[in-house]
T-cell receptor
Framework: KAGVTQTPRYLIKTRGQQVTLSCSPI?????VSWYQQTPGQGLQFLFE???????NKGNFPGRFSGRQFSNSRSEMNVSTLELGDSALYLC????????????FGQGTRLTVV | DQQVKQNSPSLSVQEGRISILNCDYT??????FLWYKKYPAEGPTFLIS?????DKNEDGRFTVFLNKSAKHLSLHIVPSQPGDSAVYFC???????????????FGTGTLLAVQP
C-alpha cells in the first residue's frame, strides 16, 4: 500500500515569500501531523489535523498554518518566509491519531535564501 | 524545555554486538513511547513502541524497555547489523481523551554506527 507522499521534495524560496507544502496520507488514515526538523532543534511538532479539524498546535508563530481536506490530504502554508524557516518539513499520518503509530513521508526540504 | 532527551549524540558498536540507545523524559503524563529510525534525506521510519502500562516490548531484534519510576526508556538492538546505522529518535506522546492527540515530542536523536 502506498506510503505518505509529500510534494514537492525540494523547494527554494526567497525571504518574504510564502510557500505551500502538500501531504497525502496513507489510505484510511485520518490524522495528519506536521513536523519541522532543523539541525539545532530536532523534530518539532507544528500541528495535527483530524477529519479536517486542527486538534493540536505546537509553539510556532501564526505564519505557519495548515488545513486538511475531506480526502484527508493536508497542506501547510508558511507566509513571510524567514531564513530560519529553512528546514525539512515532515508530514506523518496515522489511523486515528490516538496513541497509534505515525508513519512519515520523506519530507520537503525548504531552503529560504 | 526539552521534555525528551537523548543524551548520547552518537554511538559506535561492532557488528553482532548489542546496541543500547537511551532516552529520558521529564513529563510524567507521557503514556506512549515510540522509537523511529531515520536515514539522511528520508522521513523517520517507525520501529517499535511501548505503552506506559508495560515495561518491555519486543519485536525481532528490537526490544524497548520502559522504567517509569526513572522516566527512562531504552532500545536494545541484538545483534547489531551494519544496515542498522542511522539516527534513532525516541518520541513520546500524552493521551488527551478530551481531544485526542497525535502530538509526538521527539528527542534530538542518537547517531548509531555499526562497524563491520
Amino acid at each position: 500500500k502506498a506510503g505518505v507522499t509529500q510534494t514537492p521534495r525540494y523547494l527554494i524560496k526567497t525571504r518574504g515569500q510564502q510557500v505551500t507544502l502538500s501531504c497525502s496520507p496513507i489510505s484510511g488514515h485520518r490524522s495528519v501531523s506536521w513536523y519541522q526538523q532543523t539541525p539545532g532543534q530536532g523534530l518539532q511538532f507544528l500541528f495535527e489535523y483530524f477529519s479536517e479539524t486542527q486538534r493540536n498546535k505546537g509553539n510556532f508563530p501564526g505564519r505557519f498554518s495548515g488545513r486538511q481536506f475531506s480526502n484527508s490530504r493536508s497542506e501547510m502554508n508558511v507566509s513571510t518566509l524567514e531564513l530560519g524557516d529553512s528546514a525539512l518539513y515532515l508530514c506523518a499520518s496515522s489511523r486515528r491519531g490516538l496513541n497509534t503509530e505515525a508513519f512519515f513521508g520523506q519530507g520537503t526540504r525548504l531552503t529560504v535564501v | 524545555d526539552q521534555q525528551v532527551k537523548q543524551n548520547s549524540p552518537s554511538l559506535s558498536v561492532q557488528e553482532g554486538r548489542i546496541s543500547i540507545l537511551n532516552c529520558d523524559y521529564t513529563n510524567s503524563m507521557f503514556d506512549y513511547f515510540l522509537w523511529y529510525k531515520k536515514y539522511p534525506a528520508e522521513g523517520p521510519t517507525f520501529l517499535i513502541s511501548i505503552s506506559s502500562i508495560k515495561d518491555k516490548n519486543e519485536d525481532g531484534r528490537f526490544t524497548v524497555f520502559l522504567n517509569k519510576s526513572a522516566k527512562h526508556l531504552s532500545l536494545h538492538i541484538v545483534p547489531s547489523q551494519p544496515g542498522d546505522s542511522a539516527v534513532y529518535f525516541c518520541a513520546a506522546s500524552e493521551t488527551n481523551y478530551g481531544g485526542a492527540t497525535n502530538k509526538l515530542i521527539f528527542g534530538t536523536g542518537t547517531l548509531l554506527a555499526v562497524q563491520p
